[in-house]
Structures are given as C-alpha cells and as structure tokens.
C-alpha cells in the first residue's frame, strides 16, 4: 500500500516569514500532486509534479519533486496570512486503478 | 476550467433520517469519489465509480450508499442518519483510460458539504 507522510503537521509562523512543508513515501509516485484547503472549503489544486527533480514555481511558492519521486517538498516565501490553510499532497494510488492516496496534511497558520 | 459542484454547503439533519448529498461535474470525467474528512483522520474514501451505473466501495462505506444514474453525477445516500456520521463530505471526480494523460491524473474537489446529525 502506498502512504503519503506530511511534516509538520502544525506549523504557525509570523508572516514575512519563510517555510517549507515535506510529502515522504517509501513508494514511488508516477505524479504528486499539492493542495490548499481553507476552513468550510474543499481542497483546491495548487500543482501537479512530473518528472522527478522537476520545481515549479507559483508567485511565492515552489514545489519540487525528488529525483526518485518518493518524496515533494512546498518553499513559501515571505509566507503571508492568505496562505493560511491545510496542505495536502496527493499522488494515484498506482496499485489500485484510478484512486488517490493522500497525505495527512500540514496545517499552516500565518500571523499578521 | 474543472468544475464539481456539491449541492449543499451545510446540512442538518436529524438522527434516523435518510440524507441525500449531490454531487455534479461538468468535465465529462470518468471516475467519481466521495471522501470524508475529519479532524485528525485525514481523507477517508467512501465510495468511487469508475463509470456509470458502476460503484465500489471504499475504506468506510458503512452506513453509505452511493448511485450514479449519469455520468456528470455522483450521489451519496446515508440511509438512516446517525450521529457519527457528521462531517464534512468531499466529492471529487478525475479522468481515467484512453483520455487521461500523466500530468492530468489528478483529482478535482467540490467546496464540500457539512452535514451535521443531531
């Protein structure tokens, strides 16, 4: 069975601040994916990682995708209070048809 | 772009009620999920369909039902409301086979529903 690891699982930091998140697995991902959820909202797909050593940028967030696609980390930079929220990584469940695994999520909070 | 649309937000049902939650996707995608999520429990799959009038449970399917008459729709039933079973309800959907491209195989959420059962 495929797992998907999240460090840390609470993070609260000032805002100006910087931080990255961590997704780990002993298994291999043909594709991991990242989202944000806010409170009372469903997850909303920030990235998806191919290739591995890829890095993706979105404004002030960097994705990366190990070489050997076991692993992803997410870089925010000068972290700001809209960044707030749960962070989820996500890759297919390559062992079970078309599902998904997904990871426990880092939650973020980001004090003005 | 991909939109899921659920058809509540929040719900408050009563214990021993049959509850319906709809869920619409309006990209001609294959597969269908319904996930709940907890506090401390992560995502946890009830029920997905690969295809219409297909259906397979997930982790937790007890206490749930699930139909997909049409391709664009996925609805989940409880089919007699208790009080573990408040939380909030996530529907995805994805593409799949001959269609579906590797940096495409990825889930798209609705806004979720919270129900909650008194």
């Known amino acids: 069975t495929q797992l998907l690891e999240q460090s840390p699982q609470f993070l609260s930091i000032q805002e100006g601040e910087n931080l990255t998140v961590y997704c780990n697995s002993s298994?291999?991902?043909?594709?991991l994916q990242w989202y944000r959820q806010e409170p009372g909202e469903g997850p909303v797909l920030l990235v998806t990682?191919?290739?591995?050593?890829e890095v993706k940028k979105l404004k002030r967030l960097t994705f990366q995708f190990g070489d050997a696609r076991k692993d992803s980390s997410l870089h925010i930079t000068a972290a700001q209070p809209g960044d707030t929220g749960l962070y989820l990584c996500?890759?297919?469940?390559?062992?079970?048809?078309?599902?998904?695994?997904f990871g426990p999520g880092t939650r973020l909070s980001v004090l003005p | 772009d991909v939109k899921v649309t659920q058809s509540s937000r929040y719900l408050v049902k009563r214990t021993g009620e049959k509850v319906f939650l709809e869920c619409v996707q309006d990209?001609?995608?294959?597969?269908m999920f319904w996930y709940r999520q907890d506090p401390g429990l992560g995502l946890r799959l009830i029920y997905f369909s690969y295809d219409v009038k297909m259906k397979e449970k997930g982790d937790i399917p007890e206490g749930y039902s699930v139909s997909r008459e049409k391709k664009e729709r996925f609805s989940l039933i409880l089919e007699s409301a208790s009080t573990n079973q408040t939380s909030m309800y996530l529907c995805?959907?994805?593409?799949?086979?001959?269609?579906?491209?590797?940096?495409?195989?990825?889930?798209?959420f609705g806004a979720g529903t919270r129900l909650s059962v008194l």
């Open positions: 996500a890759g297919p469940d390559d062992n079970y048809g078309q599902n998904f695994v």
């Open positions: 298994s291999v991902f043909s594709s």
């Open positions: 995805a959907s994805s593409l799949t086979g001959g269609r579906l491209e590797l940096a495409k195989n990825i889930q798209y």
């Open positions: 990682v191919v290739t591995g050593g």
């Open positions: 990209m001609d995608h294959e597969n």
